[in-house]
């Protein structure tokens, strides 16, 4: 936290506008307003911090359902996780390929939708699992989760590059001060959204994939 405060008093009192044609100074705060103040920025912001919420929420809770509850071992846990940043990288390259087909808000509407079917797919299969409709064993969740968060990773992705993408179109004048600002607003919401997953962690598998499902809604 000190480190952090005084890396941003020394960009915010050092560091100049990084726009290569740009030689007067930006003002933060002016940056700052136009930006809270535009609903696609803020939208925007919106959707990233929720995917991310959804990916270090499932390192934050997952490890405590794979690990606590079915009995993964640690060293497996990271190799669940490696698998998911595989299917996250396909998502990224699939997505590139959409543009030739979709505008960039209907592939973001697409990598969302991905998200919720495989957020609620995971619902339904811990729903079984808790209440034991169908028996489903330790090893045939741990297949589940892993499915699912590839599938939500693979969403994620689709969804994320490309919201990053028209962000802050708007802003090119001023793009080192717009990315800073708008970084720092969605990491911000993104703690908060992690954060809330473990609020709701109660030690069963049932928080986590319906607080996935109501990011993804």
């Known amino acids: 936290a000190i480190f952090s405060i005084i890396a941003m008093l020394i960009a915010f009192i050092i560091l100049p506008e990084t726009h290569p044609h740009r030689t007067e100074r930006v003002s933060i705060f002016k940056v700052a307003l136009s930006m809270i103040c535009n609903k696609k920025v803020v939208a925007c912001g919106l959707i990233i911090a929720a995917n991310n919420g959804v990916a270090f929420g499932f390192f934050a809770e997952g490890s405590f359902i794979m690990i606590d509850l079915l009995h993964l071992t640690p060293s497996d846990f990271g190799f669940a996780c490696a698998a998911t940043a595989v299917s996250g990288a396909l998502g990224g390259i699939f997505a ?83 990315v800073s600002l708008f970084g720092f607003f969605y990491y911000t919401v993104m703690g908060l959204f992690t954060f809330g997953v473990g609020i709701l962690h109660d030690g069963t598998v049932l928080p986590m994939p319906f607080y996935f499902v109501s990011l993804s809604l």
């Open 96 to 178: 590139k390929k959409l543009h030739n087909r979709f505008s960039t808000e209907v592939i973001i509407g697409q990598g969302i939708a991905v998200m919720l079917v495989f957020s609620l797919f995971l619902g339904g299969a811990s729903l079984l699992y808790f209440y034991d409709f169908v028996q489903v064993s330790n090893a045939q969740m741990v297949m589940i989760i892993i499915t699912a968060q590839m599938g939500i990773m693979f969403g994620r992705c689709v969804c994320l590059s490309n919201t990053l993408a028209i962000a802050l179109v708007e802003y090119k004048h001023c793009i080192g001060t717009s």
